[in-house]
């Protein structure tokens, strides 16, 4: 069966600091992979996806960058964070290529920047 | 920006009670998702409707979609206080076929 795996659960960095989020997916090949921010009491705000080894798409202007050095492995940094990166970060994997499907959601990362 | 918005905002009921959540889109669209988040955790997928669906079911879900009112809404039957989360609507649409979601609604069910 098909596993996402996000971490860390909670992050607490200075701004100024850098910052690296990991997801991995397990259990199948070539998936599209995303990054969501989902800033509270909003709705999920798209930020990156992939669809396939080195190919990222941009979803808005920002002070983050999206890798995807691996198949199933997703990662979100940024080399210096603002305090309005604050925000609960999604990774999530779709199984169909080209089009969406349906939405496998890691856990999440709370990132607080102070 | 937001594609779908849902409504209400928040929901509170009673326990065996019928919860019904409403979702409003603009542009045409390729399919409608409904998902469920319970506090601090990621998304979890409910229920996919084609756009030349009107009506799915799964356990005590239904949704319906009208795609001439551009709206679909998420009805759960009977309902728990374990159904207690946020509910969120997202629109599939065009070619890139990148998912847009909507605020949430947040839903209490009262033992």
């Known amino acids: 069966s098909q596993t996402i795996h996000q971490w860390p659960a909670t992050l607490v960095q200075p701004v100024g600091s850098p910052l690296s989020l990991e997801c991995t997916v397990e259990?199948?090949?070539?998936?599209?992979l995303y990054w969501y921010r989902q800033a509270a009491g909003r709705g999920l705000q798209l930020l990156f996806y992939?669809?396939?080894?080195?190919?990222i798409s941009s979803e808005v202007p920002q002070n983050l960058s999206a890798s995807r050095p691996q198949d199933r492995q997703f990662i979100l940094s940024s080399k210096k964070l603002l305090l309005s990166d604050s925000g609960f970060y999604l990774c999530a994997w779709s199984r169909l290529s080209g089009a969406t499907g349906k939405l496998f959601f890691g856990s999440g990362t709370q990132l607080s920047v102070l | 920006s937001q594609q779908g918005e849902e409504d209400p905002q928040a929901l509170s009921i009673q326990e065996g009670e019928n919860a019904t959540m409403n979702c409003s889109y603009k542009?045409?669209?390729?399919?409608l998702q409904w998902y469920r988040q319970n506090s601090g955790r990621g998304l979890v997928h409910l229920i996919l409707?084609?756009?030349?669906?009107r009506e799915k079911h799964s356990g005590r879900l239904r949704v319906t979609l009208d795609t001439s009112k551009k709206s679909s809404s998420l009805l759960i039957t009977a309902s728990r206080a374990a159904d207690t989360a946020s509910y969120f609507c997202a629109t599939e649409s065009g070619a890139n076929s990148k998912l847009t979601f909507g605020k949430g609604i947040t839903l209490s069910v009262r033992p």
């Open positions: 409707i084609r756009s030349n669906e």
């Open positions: 542009t045409s669209i390729n399919n």
């Open positions: 992939s669809v396939g080894i080195g190919q």
């Open positions: 259990g199948t090949s070539n998936p599209n």
